[in-house]
């Protein structure tokens, strides 16, 4: 090995490591995080915590986040173990009442490595559970179906997917917490997103986010009555 290959490799390393250094992308809502401004008196605040499916809810219904309380978290391809490394600083860190978690569609497709259900479950409940601590309600919400992953097409998720679904299920029913089902109102009969939910059988369209609003806001407003 000459002394130029040598020095290439350790640029394509160095360059490896900068690029993986916010592995959570805690850098995403930094900024948006510090110009959040202070929680006035007997002001709601609502963070919804999740994936890409959350991160485009305010492009296809901004109205539904249009009141300053509702506060988007998501961040696309984001798997469970990421989402709890930045629950701090984008969830906890933002003194909300509640926090609406909608996570573990790219666990099972593996967008992090292989993940077991049980070892998806155990990073939700991680984030229940700190929400908690903190004084925080939490409405866990169901996984949203899906029959194939566009950029997965090998895997057959469906099935993992309602699996996932009963347990966390399960957990919210023995813990207290609210569980807020979105997977019956939009599976079709091959557990798959309805066509008129979607644009790409994994995503919602406006439609699809109008049903996921409207089944979000009694969650919510149950939530609100909990003690």
Known sequence: MNRF??????FVFTASLVVGQDWANLE???KANLELTPRKAGEERVVFMGNSITQVWPDFRPEFFAPPSYICRGISGQTT?????RFRQDVIDLNPDIVVVLAG???IAGNTGPMTLDEIKGNIVSMCELARANEIKVVLASVLPA???HWKPELQPAEQIFKLNSMLK???DRSNIIYLDYFTSMA???????EKYTYDGVHPNAAGFEI???LAEKALETARKSP
Request: no cysteine.
């Open 170 to 172: 399960d957990y919210a």
């Open 105 to 107: 569609t790219n666990d």
């Open 28 to 30: 995403r809502y930094r």
């Open 81 to 85: 173990p990421q989402m709890l490394v």
């Open 212 to 214: 996921m609003g409207q």
């Open 147 to 149: 029959f194939q992953y």
């Open 5 to 10: 290959t040598s020095i290439i490799i350790i």
């Open 188 to 194: 079709d009969k091959q557990k798959g997103l309805k």
